[in-house]
């Protein structure tokens, strides 16, 4: 069974960085894509970046290229978000997804497995 537990996330100042953390298990790094998604209240679930099989490719949604470098480690079985310049627009619960799929995509639907989230709020 595939679980996903994620955490990290928290209370922090404009200009602040986190870094969220997403423990596998039930799944290899070496068959899944992973992804980081995003729902702000009121809007739909957006994705933030996803990392192919092997970590071989990154994609990154626009709003966050450049800031939220995506990265995993094979022996601990997790997965990362740095967060960092964040800003009021970043505040979401932050969700991890797999699919077992080669290629890395930020669609929604094309995930079947999802952690039970972590709450980021960015505020003064």
């Known amino acids: 069974e595939v679980q996903l537990v994620e955490s990290g996330g928290g209370l922090v100042q404009p200009g602040g960085s986190l870094r969220l953390s997403c423990t596998a298990s039930?799944?290899?790094?070496?068959?899944?894509?992973m992804g980081w998604f995003r729902q702000a209240p009121g809007k739909e679930r957006e994705g933030v970046s996803c990392?192919?099989?092997?970590?071989?490719?990154?994609e990154y949604a626009d709003s966050v290229k450049g800031r939220f470098p995506i990265s995993q480690d094979n022996d601990k079985d997790t997965l990362y978000l740095q967060m960092n310049s964040l800003n009021p627009d970043d505040t979401a619960m932050y969700y991890c997804?797999?699919?077992?799929?080669?290629?890395?995509?930020?669609?929604?639907?094309?995930?079947?497995?999802w952690g039970q989230g972590t709450q980021v709020t960015v505020s003064s």
């Open positions: 990392i192919s099989r092997l970590g071989s490719r990154t």
């Open positions: 039930g799944l290899s790094f070496d068959d899944y894509a």
């Open positions: 997804a797999a699919a077992r799929f080669y290629r890395c995509e930020l669609d929604v639907s094309r995930y079947p497995y």
